[in-house]
């Protein structure tokens, strides 16, 4: 018989400080559905597509802001793994369940950084012919852009540094935190 171990997990080798409180999220994200709304108001239907993981928690909160009929789906596409830099390999994981032909389309994007995964999952989608595509990046990080990229509406720049929160992991940890927050390592 074995005996289950008893002791708690370590914690992580790092602190987490609030960089962006949920408080602001949420008034910007209500700031970018009016924005949203002005744009696609002609629409039938908005898909909205979601980039997994990190998106996921922007993605529910705006969508809850947005007076428009909305479709939502998802798209899986990766280039960090479980490591803080970016492989600048984007793969896709995951495809669209729709089909986006001829439709108003809006990617949600959770961090711009290097710009590679957002660039090639635009490049991706356009060869779909959707009507219109749009994106939209919860965070923007300019000083790591290696592609020329940037999502159409932001809800914050914020400076080099590595974040967590709002759905936004450091080896699939932190994702419930309310806020953004910068990692710093102890």
Same mark, same amino acid.
């Given at each position: 018989?074995?005996?289950?171990?008893?002791?708690? %997990?370590? !914690?992580?080798?790092?602190? &987490?400080?609030?960089?962006? !409180?949920?408080?602001?999220?949420?008034?910007?994200?209500?700031?970018?559905? $009016?924005?949203?709304?002005?744009? @696609?108001?002609?629409?039938?239907?908005?898909?909205?597509?979601?980039?997994?993981?990190?998106?996921?928690? @922007?993605?529910?909160?705006?969508?809850?802001?947005?007076?428009? %009929?909305?479709?939502?789906?998802?798209?899986?596409?990766?280039? =960090?793994?479980?490591?803080?830099?970016? !492989?600048?390999?984007?793969? &896709?994981? $995951?495809?669209?369940?729709?089909?986006?032909?001829?439709?108003?389309?809006?990617?949600?994007?959770?961090?711009?950084?290097?710009?590679?995964?957002?660039?090639?999952?635009?490049?991706?989608?356009?060869?779909?012919?959707?009507?219109?595509?749009?994106?939209?990046?919860?965070?923007?990080?300019?000083?790591?852009?290696?592609?020329?990229?940037?999502?159409?509406?932001?809800? @914050?720049? &914020? %400076?080099?540094?590595?974040?967590?929160? =709002?759905?936004?992991? =450091?080896?699939?940890?932190?994702?419930?935190? %309310?806020? &953004?927050? $910068?990692?710093?390592?102890?």
């Amino acid at each position: 018989m074995t005996q289950a171990n008893d002791t708690a %997990p370590a !914690s992580p080798p790092y602190v &987490i400080d609030v960089m962006i !409180s949920a408080k602001s999220i949420a008034a910007r994200i209500e700031d970018l559905a $009016k924005t949203i709304q002005s744009e @696609f108001k002609d629409t039938d239907k908005l898909v909205v597509v979601g980039l997994l993981r990190g998106s996921f928690v @922007f993605i529910a909160d705006l969508v809850r802001e947005l007076d428009l %009929p909305v479709e939502v789906d998802f798209l899986e596409a990766s280039s =960090y793994g479980d490591g803080m830099e970016s !492989s600048r390999e984007v793969r &896709i994981l $995951k495809d669209l369940r729709g089909q986006i032909e001829g439709r108003d389309v809006l990617v949600v994007e959770d961090i711009v950084d290097t710009g590679h995964t957002l660039h090639q999952v635009i490049d991706m989608l356009n060869t779909r012919k959707p009507a219109r595509l749009r994106s939209i990046a919860l965070l923007d990080k300019p000083s790591r852009r290696e592609v020329d990229m940037k999502a159409d509406w932001t809800g @914050f720049e &914020i %400076p080099d540094e590595f974040v967590v929160g =709002y759905g936004i992991d =450091y080896a699939q940890r932190n994702r419930n935190l %309310p806020f &953004i927050g $910068k990692v710093r390592f102890t």
